[in-house]
Each structure stands twice: as C-alpha cells, then as structure tokens.
C-alpha cells in the first residue's frame, strides 16, 4: 500500500499541506508563530482553528514514532510498522488510509463551553461521526469506509477526550473520509479509490505548474515549489471573500492584504488569467464611498482601519501587459472606473488643504509598518507614496486613451507631473528622498529602504536622481538581498520586520524600476540575489538579510510570487 509520488517534496513544518480551493490544510502549525507535536486540521474560516488533532498509532495503540513526508497531493506518515496516508479528494472533503499504523482523530480543543470548543457525536443519519466546532462555525464528519473505529466522548460536555480511534482489521488496511460541511449534505460516498484520488490532485498540480511556470528549467529549481504555495493557498469563494482568492498563507497570515494580491496576480496572469484578474479585483469588490480600498479581506472580515500603499497603476500596466488575450473595452473600463476612485481617495482625503501631495497617516498604510521612515512622525508626506500615485496616474492617462478620453488622459498625465513635480520639489533633498510632517513641516531622512523607493519611476526620474538611488540601494545589498534597513544602521533589527529583513515586494518594485532606468546590472544582481535566497531559504514571509534565514510565517504567497516573476524574467532573458 504505497502510493507514488510526484512534484516536489518539502517540509509540512514550513509549507501547509492543502489543495486549491480549500479553506483547510494539515499541518503541525495551530496559530501565530505556534508548533503543535501532531499535525491538525486547521480551518481559517472565521479565522485560523486548529479543528481536529490527527495522531499516528503503533499496532498497542500508543503513539507511533513516524516521519512525515509530504508532495503535492501526497502527505504521508512512515513508521516501522507501517503507514498512513492523506490526500484530498475535493476541496472540502480529505481521505486518510492506513496500515499497520492506526490514527487517532480527536478534537483539538478539550473543553466546550457553550460558546466555545467542539462537540462530538455520532450521526446515525449519515452512519458517520460529527465534530461541530464553535470557532470555525462549520462541521466536520468523518465516515468510516473500512476498519475498525472506537469512540470517546461522544455528546459529551464540558472537558474530556473526544473523538475516534482507527484501527485495522486482520492487519488489513482501513479507510476514512473527513469533510468540513455547513449543516448537512447526503451520506459520504464515493466510488474513487485512493490511488486514483491521489492520482487527480498530482495531475491537478502538475497542470497548473506548465501554465504558471512553463519556462522552469533546472536553473530555477525552485518554480514548482512555489507554484505549489501559490496553489494550495488559493480558496474557492466563501463568506466575504468574492472570488477564488490567493490567500497570503494558509498559516496565520491567511487574509489577502491590499497591495499583496498584486504579486500574486502579476505571477498568475499568462498561465491563469482569471485567476489573476480575481486576484486583482477582490480588494476592489470591498471598495469603500470614498474609493479607498480596505486594508484585508478574510473569510470573515474587512477591515478598513488602515489602507495599503496605491501600487495598483503600477499592476495594472504590468498585468495588461502580461496577459495572453488584451482586456476588452468592458475590462478596461472597469479597472479605470476603479483606479479613478482609488486614485480620488488619496487626491482628496489624503491631501491636506492646499498641499500638492498625499500622505501617510501610519506605517501600516505604506504596507512597512515599522520602518524607521515612521520613527520621527507617522501622519506624513512620503516620497514612496507620491511615486506610486504617479505611475497610477500615469496608468489612468493610458487607460484613458485605450478608451477614447483624450480631454481625460490630458488631465491625468497633467496631474502626473504635476504630482513628480512636487514630490521632486518638496521631498528631494540634494542626494536623498525626506519625508515632511503634514502638521509642521518638519523634514528627516532614515536609513530605510523605503525612503528608496521613487525608483520605481524608473525611466520618468530625471537621470542624476535615478543614479543617486541606485548608489544607495547597493549600500542596502547584503549577499541575499536588499535590507530593509542599512546593516549599519543602529536601529537594525535582525528580525525587525520592516527594519532590516529582506521582503519579496520591495525586491520586485525596485528591481522593475531600476530595470526601466537602465540600470539592468544592478536589476539582474538584485534578482539573481533574491532568487538564490528562495532557492535556499524557501518563501517566508521575510528573511534575515544577513543569513538568509526565513522568518515569521514560512508560507507566504507574494514571496512565491515574486520568485516565480523574477524567474520567468530571467528565463525569458537568457533565452534571447
């Protein structure tokens, strides 16, 4: 009873075990920054659950000693005596198959309350067992398809162990199917066998890998790794979330962010057009009166407290360009209607009477929470930000065009200059980018990378400017990337967030940018640095620039993203 294997192998503790489409995975990851000892299924509806604890059992029925191997649509625990295996067989529903080793299949919380935990019971209805659980809202039934099951707990309150026991027959193997459901559906059942589910999900990944990544090759040994980040982390539409959404992380960091979703987007658009064009549409689905976009969209929740830097003119240039067919009027008009209200928000609350620029009023809008930009004031007029509303501004002006408003393309490019004007006026000190306090006026520079960041206007800087930056961005590269913060700098932080470690998103814009100013050396290096990186270190939410180290959530999809950007770049230049 041994399945095969295909595509990449890779660690459970770092990398989920999930499908497209679902809103669970397995793994040993319960909550921020937490391991558990077992794998679980873990829900993120209504946020991340821990929901059911799945333990391996020796043939005394104590816990088995295993090792965990996992590839796409294949995760498997190994053991002395034997195994047990997991695939999914659709996106809400898991089969487990075992021999020689049993399982246990428990409630991950152990005390219900009646606003909290989850209740166990048989079904006699479904001829299955139920697990209801207060924290995700749902249910998740487990029917018995061959061995020997024993239960604990059943309808029981308060504290205590429930759940069910699975072990073989004769020594032969058994066989269960675990579906998360809302209320109720008809009994399980299902005339696949393992071999021929495993089978689906393997082809399911292999495809999407040639349409997402058709150019990989041995010198970019990590695409289809990434590509399988991307997949499993993608759910199928449920709650507030519209579309079929890339998900940041099926660990804790499972919303899509407002400025994140562009990555994953740009990385989708040649193989999976509609999936990128939802990735770039969601944020704007939960626009607001004031044409601001909110901060992150979840199963449960928007939230508009704070918003997420404009760099959708810059997507949506990069995005129409990369897609196989060219949108038509009808798309056009609606990325333009949206980039209109987007762009009024940050022309008209974000502008103080009478200033020609926009502002900041926190870290966590510009995306770089903490960056040291932010230590002298955080309500502020930032270089990064005028730059990204240039390029949308710019970005309109065309969209303008494709649709025949001359007087608006006009007006737009006019505001765009006018835009870079002011920033070049107001915020361009001799050889640096300053941010200015919007209530005093008081200016400071930082040793942050994000005071950087107007290169990604790239060929619209004037020359001398463009060459001052990239001078200073070579100063920030450390032998894995481009450090947040100067390694110099006293306020490094190893694992500052924004304060010194590597991130995917800054690489892509400024790479882009000084791409797009002629500075192609320094481009590729920043690549060929970035992508080793992932080749070594894998896609973490960031990375410690002066190891390499992965840091914080060990998943993460715009890190993925860019990977597979960069590596497409890269391919496509060698090839020429």
Known sequence: MTAARSGPA???????????????????????????????????????????????????????????????????????????????ESPDTVRLRGSGLGMSVDAAARTL????????????????????????????????????????????????????TLTSEANGPWEIAIEELDTARPPYASPATFDAITESEQRSFAEFVGRVAPWRSSATPAAELAAYVVWSATVRPTGLVTRPAVLMSKHWMDKVWSWDHCFNALALAPGCPDLALDQFALPFDHQDDSGALPDSVTH?????????????????GRLRRRLPTPPGAAELADTYDRLERWTGFWLTARRAPGADLPHYQHGNDSGWDNATTFDPGRVVESADLAAFLVLQLRELADLATALDMPEEAIRWTRTAEETQAALLDRLWATDRFVARAVDTGDTWSSSSLLDLMPVVLGEHLPADVNSTLADHIKAHLTPYGLATELP??????????????????????IEDGLRRAGHERLADDISARFRALCETHGFAENFDALTGTGLRDRAYTWTASSYLLLAEAHAHRDAR
Do not use: C
């Open 10 to 88: 890779f660690s459970v503790h770092d990398i989920p075990f999930s499908t497209h489409g679902s809103w669970f995975d397995i793994s040993p990851v319960v909550a921020e920054k937490t391991y558990a000892e077992d794998l679980h299924l873990v829900s993120h509806q209504n946020g991340m659950h821990a929901v059911l604890r799945l333990v391996p059992l020796d043939p005394a029925g104590d816990r088995a000693e295993t090792r965990v191997e996992t590839t796409p649509g294949l995760l498997s625990w190994i053991g002395e005596s034997g195994r047990v295996d997991l695939s999914y």
């Open 113 to 164: 309350t009646p606003f909290s935990g989850t209740y166990f019971f048989r079904d006699p209805a479904a001829d299955a067992y139920v697990f209801t659980s207060y924290e995700t809202g749902r249910r998740y039934r487990v029917t018995v398809l061959s061995g020997t099951v024993t239960d604990a707990g059943t309808q029981s309150l308060g504290g205590g162990h429930r759940g069910l």
């Open 300 to 316: 449960s929740e928007v939230l508009y407290n704070f918003v997420k830097p404009p760099i959708h003119g810059w997507t949506s």
């Open 488 to 509: 110099t700098s006293p306020h490094y932080l190893a694992d500052g967030y924004w304060r010194g470690p590597i991130w995917a998103p800054a690489t892509v814009l």
